[in-house]
């Protein structure tokens, strides 16, 4: 049985993710409400991607619809993650120059600062060398970890700015591999959900 990944798809590239995860055998439901994460056994879903778009909007809609606390629990949890570009703003511990009443999950111990690489008309695609192996990447406004915390891995850099962390159940980039169809990260998080969903069979309980 394929591996259940939730996509929250409150705003931004979510239909991007979703094709591409779909694409390497993921089964892929959109997590909108605190219903679609949690069932009355555990987690639905067996791993989570956090898509890039506007972090300070992604912020206020997930407090709107009651998802922040839900949210952060599954991943906190161990729940496998894949955060693009405001999705690692949002899961960061500390945004540096956060919009005005601008919250982040605080799931992930970096810091990073927002649209640290340029405005959108600096935006580019590049090839970029990961300890995943060399990747296709789009930059879009996008942010840079510019303080790791003990056991966070650093896995890209552009030049000394680091642009890719990684511990062993979330992986934060500050680029779009979704929008050049680049699947390095997704088969990377497809496999480790396919794992919680073996755990999940054999009777293992998630709990948040």
Not at 107 to 120: E, I, K, T
Not at 125 to 131: G, K, Q, V, W
Not at 133 to 139: E, L
Request: charged share 20%; aromatic share 2%; hydrophobic share 45%.
């Amino acid at each position: 049985m394929p591996a259940t990944v939730g996509v929250l798809g409150l705003q931004g590239g979510v239909r991007e993710h979703r094709e591409l995860l779909e694409r390497v055998g993921a089964r892929v439901v959109l997590v909108r409400a605190a219903s679609d994460l949690a069932g009355p056994d555990g987690f639905r879903v067996d791993a989570l991607v956090l898509p890039g778009g506007e972090s300070s909007t992604i912020d206020k809609l997930l407090r709107m619809f009651g998802l922040f606390e839900p949210l952060g629990a599954a991943i906190r949890s161990g729940v496998p993650t894949l955060a693009t570009c405001a999705g690692l703003v949002l899961a960061a511990r500390q945004i540096i120059d956060p919009a005005p009443g601008q919250q982040s999950l605080g799931v992930l111990d970096v810091a990073v600062r927002r649209n640290a690489l340029g405005p959108q008309v600096d935006s580019m695609e590049t090839e970029l060398a990961t300890t995943r192996g060399r990747i296709r990447a789009a930059f879009i406004r996008a942010p840079v970890v510019t303080a790791v915390g003990a056991g966070v891995e650093v896995i890209a850099r552009i030049g000394t700015q680091v642009v890719g962390v990684s511990t062993p159940t979330i992986t934060g980039v500050a680029f779009h591999p979704e929008l050049t169809g680049d699947a390095t990260f997704h088969r990377h998080l497809v496999r480790a959900a396919s794992g919680e969903a073996g755990a999940r069979g054999r009777g293992a309980v998630l709990s948040g």
